[in-house]
């Protein structure tokens, strides 16, 4: 890997490291001080549940839930910074603040939802659907990374599968729904397909061609000339010995 490239890449991981640094630190101080900000949760229809909208992806139910989140939001955020740089930011708060209103208009009203699924399941979608649209051979790669590491992610869509745990399958849903929207509506940011101009290629086989042509063309136009010359030569001779 040449230097701009891992410094690109160092400077992708510093945004998203501040990120969980948050989500943990907000864990640490519920455990430490035994108190809970679930209050803070996402409400669907409830005017007070609007500050779950930022506040609900920091909030976890346990450790497990939190790293469960957590490492795959590093991942993907840091590729999203790798890969689509300018944009990246714009892409993300797309992303969290679309996410996080969806469910609050079609999630439950009589729960409350935490924890950052949600902008996961945005995250997981946006890189697929990007690497769909832009048929690059790097995103493809990185969104098979995404699969393998977040593999399981289909089945959050099914909680009958889960009744022991309370998943929150509309963040999950709202989230893979965004993924999607706001895939096709950056498709003109970030990396472009790559499209191999093959015309040129022929337009240059066709100048060399031509440029071939027209030297054997001067060739031929030199040689007759030369001809003509000898004749002309010729008959002044015969003219001068007659």
């Not at 209103?101 to 946006?126: E, K, P, Q």
């Not at 690497?131 to 699969?147: G, W």
């Not at 040129?200 to 063309?217: K, R, Y």
Request: proline share 3%; aromatic share 16%.
């Amino acid at each position: 890997m040449q230097k701009p490239e891992l410094k690109q890449l160092l400077l992708s991981m510093v945004f998203p490291s501040i990120l969980v640094f948050a989500i943990i630190m907000v864990k640490i101080i519920e455990l430490l001080f035994n108190i809970s900000f679930a209050d803070f949760g996402l409400i669907p229809l409830k005017f007070k549940g609007l500050i779950g909208i930022i506040t609900a992806p920091f909030l976890h139910a346990d450790i497990k839930h939190l790293i469960g989140n957590c490492v795959p939001l590093f991942v993907l955020t840091a590729g999203l910074l790798y890969y689509y740089k300018d944009a990246a930011y714009r892409i993300f708060i797309f992303l969290f603040f679309l996410t996080g209103l969806m469910v609050w208009f079609m999630g439950r009203d009589y729960s409350t939802h935490i924890g950052a699924s949600g902008v996961v399941y945005a995250l997981i979608t946006f890189h697929l659907t990007s690497a769909l649209i832009r048929r690059r051979k790097d995103l493809a790669a990185f969104s098979f990374v995404v699969v393998f590491l977040y593999g399981s992610f289909i089945w959050g869509f099914f909680p009958e599968f889960f009744p022991e745990r309370n998943i929150s399958w509309e963040s999950h849903l709202s989230g893979a729904i965004c993924g999607v929207i706001v895939a096709f509506f950056y498709k003109n940011d970030g990396p472009q397909r790559i499209v191999h101009d093959w015309g040129e290629e022929d337009d240059d086989e066709n100048g060399e061609w031509n440029i071939v042509q027209n030297t054997e063309g001067e060739m031929d136009e030199l040689t007759d000339k030369t001809d003509e010359a000898d004749k002309t030569d010729k008959t002044d001779e015969v003219d001068n010995v007659n």
